[in-house]
Each structure stands twice: as C-alpha cells, then as structure tokens.
C-alpha cells in the first residue's frame, strides 16, 4: 500500500500515509472486477500472537465504593501502557477490544491513584446521517472535515468500581483535554466528538450528564471489510460540540 499511497500523495491531515483507505479502496476495485489482486498469504504458525486472555490482569481488582473526585487523574496511556488496556478492555468490555484503525488516542483514569476507567477515541464513522444532518453536511463536505470528529469507540468503567457521578466526571475531564492532545500526536485539533450507545443495554445517562445531544440513531450496519452489513440494531447518535463554532467550522471550506 505504501507505494501506492505515495505515488498518489494520498496521506492523512498529520502527513501519514492512508494505508486503510487504500486497501479499502483496492478491495471495491477487485469486487466491481476493475482489478486483481494477489491472494492473501497465509501467515505461518511462528506469526500467531499470544491470546489477550491468556494474560494475567494488569491490576488487582480492588473494590471502590467511594473517593475524593478532587484527586481524579485523565491522561493518554503510554506506549508500555497499552497491553494492559487492551487487556482490561478485552476481559470487561461487552464488545471487547478491536484495533482502532486510524487516528486514535487510548486514556485512562484514576482515582487516588487507583486505576478505575479506560477510554478510546478513533476516527470517526464514515457515514451516519443522524450526525450529517445535524451538522449541515452534504457528501463532498464530510469527505473534506471527517478528520475533525473523534469517535469514543470504548469507555469502559471497571467492574469493581462502583463512585457515584465518577462516569460523567471522567468524560467531561477527558473532553476538556481531548483536541489538544490529538493536536499533539495527529496534527490537527478536534471540532467534534461523537458516540454511538446500544439503546438496549444502556441509557447513555453519562453522555447527558456531561451535556452531549442526543441527535438520532445509526442505521443499524457495520463494517465488514470492504462493505457495510445490516446487523439490525440501530445505536442512539450522541454528540458534543468541542470548539464553540463548531458547525461554522465543520462547514467552512477546506
């Protein structure tokens, strides 16, 4: 891909090259039968990865029923960081862990110390008309500002952590934060962010204590390598503004 991408100059806003979307873009020319590609090598048994759950916990599970708000902490994980929230992500969230394609930044949280949330932010969705609509946006306008919205692809509280209005008090500290560091690692500050909650697990309650719009609901598809499969269960759209033109500058031209 990487040839390809250069020779094109097809790069992200932060320089890096768009491996994913020239891959995906590859596969629809092979599925319309424009091109052929090579098949896919079979990786050899010395490639196969040791399993997320074959690890032990990166932290013990100490119970916290109470804490002083006051002291609670929200950064980006470091690199030595990242196994053990992959880990933890992988064992206590409902969709498990996933490689985050793209731009991305993982956080966590804690509390006197004490580590008591994850979080992950990536790219955001390529298509959702809930959110299209309610920021004005017409196809040619998304394709140009897509790199400014951040999805919340992960928030996962840990299990045996049980602090009243600790969820909304980690997502508004990690709002506050959010562009500047993506500003840091990716180049370009954040407009806004979005997230898509199951309806039928959860009430999406931190999202609106931490002021978030409720603006619609998914269509209910995912991607599956190169196409976007129905699996019929629509997600609540959520929003929030990260600069205060938010629309003017999602609408400006680029």
Not at 22 to 39: E, H, I, K, N, Y
Not at 94 to 105: K, P, R, W
Not at 154 to 169: M, N
Not at 223 to 247: E, M, S, T
Request: include cysteine; hydrophobic fraction near 40%; proline fraction near 4%.
């Amino acid at each position: 891909m990487k040839p390809l991408c250069e020779a094109w100059s097809w790069r992200q806003p932060n320089g890096a090259l768009k491996d994913n979307a020239c891959r995906d873009l590859l596969l629809r020319l092979q599925d319309r039968g424009l091109v052929q590609l090579p098949a896919v090598r079979a990786k050899g048994r010395g490639s196969r990865r040791r399993s997320l759950s074959e690890h032990p916990l990166p932290v013990y599970p100490w119970p916290l029923d109470d804490g002083d708000l006051d002291t609670l902490v929200v950064r980006v994980i470091s690199a030595e960081e990242r196994l053990g929230w992959r880990i933890l992500m992988d064992r206590f969230h409902y969709l498990g862990e996933s490689t985050m394609v793209g731009e991305n930044l993982r956080y966590a949280a804690y509390l006197e110390g004490q580590l008591v949330a994850l979080m992950g932010w990536a790219s955001a969705a390529m298509h959702c008309v809930a959110r299209d609509n309610h920021s004005g946006w017409d196809k040619a306008t998304r394709q140009k500002q897509l790199h400014r919205v951040a999805n919340n692809v992960r928030y996962l509280i840990l299990p045996w952590v049980r602090v009243s209005h600790l969820a909304s008090k980690i997502l508004a500290m990690n709002l506050r934060r959010l562009s500047e560091d993506w500003r840091q690692v990716w180049g370009h500050e954040l407009v806004l962010a979005e997230t898509f909650v199951d309806a039928k697990r959860f009430a999406g309650t931190c999202y609106r204590a931490s002021n978030w719009q409720h603006v619609g609901y998914s269509a209910g598809k995912a991607k599956r390598g190169n196409q976007y499969l129905r699996h019929g269960q629509p997600k609540a759209v959520y929003l929030y503004p990260l600069h205060r033109r938010w629309q003017q500058e999602l609408l400006a031209p680029r």
